[in-house]
Nanobody
Framework: QVQLVESGGGLAQPGGSLRLSCAAD????????MGWYRQAPGKQRELVTT???????KYADAVKGRFTLSRDNAKNTIYLQMSSLKPEDTAVYFC?????????????WGQGTQVTVSS
């Protein structure tokens, strides 16, 4: 099991920016896939972005061009830089790790951090 600790959520205005952090307790190179998901009120949890151990990133269409996932391997931390925020980005954001690439039954999750975008 991978322990994940998230931080950086908060309140932003539309068009503003936030950066979320997710620190793992093992090296990122030993985790097959990491990512960020989000869950808005009344909606299912949805994929935001993923990064594989070789550095390949993917983004949901809703956030392409606005959100960027990055890694700091020395700190075992991934980040989600969120720019040009929209009210529809409001959600609880969850860090995720699929250590061995086995799929959803084997995911590890952070506790979630609230992001609110409001004017």
């Amino acid at each position: 099991q991978v322990q994940l600790v998230e931080s950086g959520g908060g309140l932003a205005q539309p068009g503003g920016s936030l950066r979320l952090s997710c620190a793992a307790d093992i090296s990122l190179g030993s985790i097959t896939v990491m990512g960020w998901y989000r869950q808005a009120p009344g909606k299912q949890r949805e994929l935001v972005t993923t990064v594989t151990s070789d550095g390949t990133t993917k983004y949901a269409d809703a956030v392409k061009g606005r959100f960027t996932l990055s890694r700091d391997n020395a700190k075992n931390t991934i980040y989600l830089q969120m720019s040009s925020l929209k009210p529809e980005d409001t959600a609880v954001y969850f860090c995720n790790a699929d250590r061995h690439g086995l799929g959803p039954n084997w995911y590890d999750w952070g506790q979630g951090t609230q992001v609110t975008v409001s004017s």
